[in-house]
């Protein structure tokens, strides 16, 4: 099949690089947010997300006429739906913006279009969910137009990069659907494109994130198992994985980010009868840091209230800047809720704005008066800080290193007490 025209509902971090990426291989974009000031930041030729590389390539797309933005799709060949999948407070799957944006496609869907679906979705939401809403125009899906999923793998960081040379699987509600899904992503993409069914391409995003959120849960299990039988667990863990066939993750203060900490939960809804050991990988990972906050007690006394606390990190992962489901964020709530006094610092989100968190713009400012420091993320700059330094802007003698950041004996020389996370103290 041949595509002149496509349409992009939800203009984020996976949907706005996608539709570049279109648009500078010779295809007709247009992109489609809910969001009027997105739409409008667009228009003015900037971008609202921070990836790099992004902006000079949608730039560049904008101006040569490919692609073109509003807040309501238009007839086109394909259409991808990229919008976003959050969970409930009850951590059920929040669908609305996959039902408004299939419904928004509808008046404009013809004879021999494809659409895609791009988002994290629980199993069957393709077939079971998508194609009923695409029939209502009266055409059958399968036969008069096509309906695939296709998931989404690229590191934020290197989205660009991974966009055009990660395999991609595409999955069709029939074989048609694959490999008309197959022939769009033919664009742009260089890794191998594979074709399956569509309820299989679901699961295995899904799949792929819970195999990497319970590998994390044993990890953190292992290191509140070495905190009570008294061993270093960045020690046995190393051991172990000379094993050839054992990798065993690294242990922290929990799991988050938008992916590993949300998937899991879409299978555990779609089936709870057959996901205890899913279920208990969440719990445990959402526990964890529950476990870091009785290390706090154990290092400065069970009573925490204000008690001045700095929290070095913040974001879900080291080297970026995305706080959503952040266990250090978490953290920070419940030392709180402890009464203590908390300042927060993260390189990567000086401008953060998260109610009811002091966040601080310097390292120096966070860690002044505080009578602990606790390391909550392995970023790069602060493996590189200097304790003979730190030491002379703070009155804390005592640090937590949740993540094995830090050279301890290099803190300890400096006049630290160093306590890590999986090592009895
Ligand atoms: N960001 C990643 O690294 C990543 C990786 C893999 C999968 N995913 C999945 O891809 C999907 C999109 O993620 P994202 O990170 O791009 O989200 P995002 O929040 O960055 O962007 C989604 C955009 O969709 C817009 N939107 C919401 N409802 C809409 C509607 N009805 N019509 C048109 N636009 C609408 C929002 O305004 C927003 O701009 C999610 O399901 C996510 O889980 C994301």
């Known amino acids: 099949m041949n595509f002149d025209k496509i349409c992009i509902l939800g203009l984020g971090y996976i949907g706005l690089p996608t539709a570049s990426m279109f648009a500078t291989n010779g295809i007709k974009v247009h992109g489609v947010d809910v969001d009027a000031n997105i739409i409008e930041t667009l228009q003015a030729g900037r971008i609202h997300i921070h990836e790099p590389g992004l902006g000079e390539i949608v730039q560049k797309a904008i101006r040569s006429g490919n692609l073109s933005v509003s807040n309501t799709p238009r007839p086109s060949d394909a259409f991808i739906i990229a919008v976003p999948t959050p969970f409930h407070n009850d951590k059920c799957a929040d669908m609305s913006a996959v039902i408004s944006a299939t419904e928004a496609i509808v008046p404009h869907l013809r004879k021999g279009n494809l659409v895609v679906l791009e988002s994290t979705s629980p199993p069957l939401t393709t077939a079971e969910l998508v194609t009923p809403i695409l029939e209502k125009s009266g055409l059958q899906a399968g036969e008069d137009f096509f309906v695939a999923y296709s998931p989404e793998r690229v590191l934020p960081g290197q989205i660009l990069r991974e966009l055009i040379e990660n395999d991609r699987v595409i ?13 769009l992503y033919t664009v742009f993409v260089k ?59 690294a242990p922290g203060p929990g799991v988050g980010g938008h992916c590993i900490s949300v998937d899991p939960w879409f299978l555990v809804e779609a089936a709870p009868d057959l ?71 993260e390189p990567y989100a000086l401008e953060g704005n998260i109610p009811g968190l ?37 009155k804390a003698r005592t640090v937590l290193d949740t993540v094995n950041g830090l050279e301890h004996s290099t803190w300890e ?13």
């Not at 195999?211 to 953190?220: G, L, P, S, W």
């Not at 400065?300 to 606390?309: T, V």
């Not at 020389?413 to 090592?423: D, I, S, Y």
């Open 171 to 183: 999955g069709g509600i029939n074989p048609e659907s694959a490999q008309a899904g197959c022939d």
């Open 191 to 249: 890794g191998e494109i594979v074709k399956t069914t569509a309820t299989t391409a679901e699961m295995i995003k899904l799949m792929e994130n819970t195999y990497r959120d319970v590998n994390i849960a044993i990890a953190n299990e292992f290191s509140r198992l070495a905190d009570r039988f008294r061993i270093d667990i960045w020690e046995a863990i190393s051991l172990a994985n000379r094993h050839p066939r054992v990798k065993i993750l």
């Open 275 to 345: 996901t205890p050991l899913i279920l208990q990988a969440r719990k445990t990972n959402d526990t964890q840091p529950h476990f870091v906050m009785s290390l706090v007690k154990r290092a400065i006394g069970k009573d925490l209230q204000a008690k001045k606390i700095a929290l070095l990190g913040l974001s879900y992962k080291p080297d970026v800047d995305d706080l959503r489901e952040s266990p250090a964020v978490e953290l920070a709530h419940l030392l709180i809720g402890e009464g203590a006094n908390v300042k927060c610092f």
């Open 358 to 394: 002091e966040i601080l713009p310097s390292v120096e400012a966070a860690i002044f008066d505080a009578e602990i420091i606790i390391f909550l993320v392995n970023h790069s700059q602060f493996r590189k800080i200097s304790p003979e330094k730190i030491i002379t802007l703070t």
């Open 413 to 425: 020389k400096a006049g630290f007490k160093v306590h890590r996370l999986g090592v009895n103290f």
